[in-house]
């Protein structure tokens, strides 16, 4: 039973279109949308649940309130004692019999000899492609059927092959690279990635390096580098073809919520909402399209509109999720700072209602960011007014030259004791 999002047209489309031979032959699991289903079934459970099947529907999310239990039958074919082992505390299912996990386990060795003794028998028999592809095709089933150690365990024993060409290197790198994604290991997934840009810069071919932008940018995207992030992903609309991680219309979501709070808005205009790509899957990425227009469009109470409901389609992605907080904080301040930079000084009043909040939830906000250092203008309560207090470019660059000057100055003088002692 697949328990997957609606696929719509335009991501068929894109999934088709410019879709290379190796971005083809990626190996079917670990499935990508089974992650985020796995996430959005986590986020559902327990007595405390973080989204609601009714949340999901208002923010066009195909979320059913029977998820965990499809997604459990779903574990159940894949017959993956390892993952249901890990799921059934979080997601709180019935515990399978020992017996039936017991019988999982003893199949999937049996299917792992099987296919041992394939590759034995390709060493003595046949040629080094056949040996490869035996080793893959036990990868492959490690990948769907075995933990994420013993499916790794597999790739490598692929990139310990002799004479493996470096496009083979890439492809298992890359499945590795999916691996600890779909586990959520950041650090391995950084490690891998990291093995393949150094292969990629040698011998890499166009599809692969490609592909590799989507891999950089979405762990970059898990770990916080948003500007890093925002870059890859828009060079890579025209040209994405990377589908076995992640849909044509999640992709351009992660690059309109990553560019909106980097590009400038002359460049937002031409490369996101007039953009043909991203108005090919406007249909399914609604709430952000009409984020980043009424932005753009000095919509600001429009805007917060829809950053309430974004902040439903950030909890439901697994990439996004982690980072809803820094993200919605920084839209607030994006937004304030472009409605404060057309003003030397603004009612308060004004502002509120141009905002379509109250004024002292406003004047919260305002407060707690020029505390922070994030808006360049002050609060006067008395007088119920905002006034800017913008610094020129020099008196900028001036600050930051003394600022840098004392940090070196520091440094120096911690230099100089540690040799005289």
């Not at 390892?82 to 505390?89: E, F, G, Q, V």
């Not at 937002?268 to 709430?287: F, Q, T, W, Y």
């Amino acid at each position: 039973m697949e328990v997957e999002p609606t696929v719509t047209k335009a991501d068929k489309k894109n999934e088709n279109v410019a879709a290379s031979a190796s971005g083809e032959s990626a190996a079917e699991y670990p499935k990508m949308k089974l992650a985020q289903t796995i996430h959005r079934a986590i986020l559902m459970s327990g007595a405390n649940p973080k989204i609601s099947p009714e949340s999901a529907v208002a923010a066009s999310i195909n979320i059913s309130a029977d998820l965990p239990t499809k997604l459990l039958e779903q574990v159940k074919e894949m017959e993956n004692p390892s993952l249901y082992k890990h799921l059934a505390p979080l997601l709180q299912w019935s515990a399978l019999p020992d017996a039936e996990l017991t019988a999982m386990e003893d199949k999937n060795k049996e299917i792992i000899e099987a296919l041992e003794a394939k590759v034995e028998d390709a060493k003595e028999n046949a040629g080094d492609m056949e040996v490869l592809g035996a080793r893959f095709e036990i990868a492959k089933f490690a990948a769907k059927s075995m933990s994420k150690d013993e499916a790794l365990t597999a790739y490598q024993k692929v990139l310990d092959l002799p004479k493996l060409s470096s496009g083979k290197q890439m492809d298992a790198l890359m499945e590795q690279s999916r691996i600890s994604s779909f586990y959520g290991d950041i650090v391995s997934n950084n490690e891998y990635i990291k093995k393949i840009g150094k292969l990629a810069k040698e011998s890499g071919d166009w599809d692969r390096r490609n592909r590799l932008k989507v891999y950089n940018a979405l762990h970059k995207l898990l770990t916080r580098d948003v500007k890093g992030a925002a870059g890859l992903l828009i060079d890579g609309i025209a040209t994405f073809s990377c589908t076995e991680l992640c849909t044509y219309s999640e992709f351009i979501l992660y690059t309109m919520l990553s560019n909106i709070l980097h590009l400038p808005r002359t460049e937002i205009k031409a490369k996101i909402i007039d953009g043909p790509e991203i108005l090919s899957v406007k249909k399914d990425i609604r709430i952000a399209f009409k984020l980043v227009s009424a932005l753009h469009d000095c919509d600001y109470k429009g805007y917060l509109h829809a950053m309430v409901e974004i902040e439903t389609v950030l909890l439901a992605d697994r990439f996004l999720q982690p980072h809803c907080g820094y993200i919605m904080r920084e839209l607030h301040v994006l937004g304030y700072k472009q409605f404060l930079d057309s003003y030397k000084s603004v009612t308060l009043e004004s502002m509120a209602e141009s905002f379509g909040v109250s004024v002292k939830f406003l004047d919260m906000q305002l407060s707690r960011f020029i505390a922070a250092g994030r808006l360049t203008a002050k609060v006067d309560k008395f007088g119920g007014v905002v006034e800017t207090n913008r610094p020129d470019l020099k008196n900028a660059q001036y600050r930051d030259m003394i600022q840098q000057g004392d940090l070196l100055l520091n440094r120096i003088q911690k230099l100089s004791r540690v040799v005289d002692v």
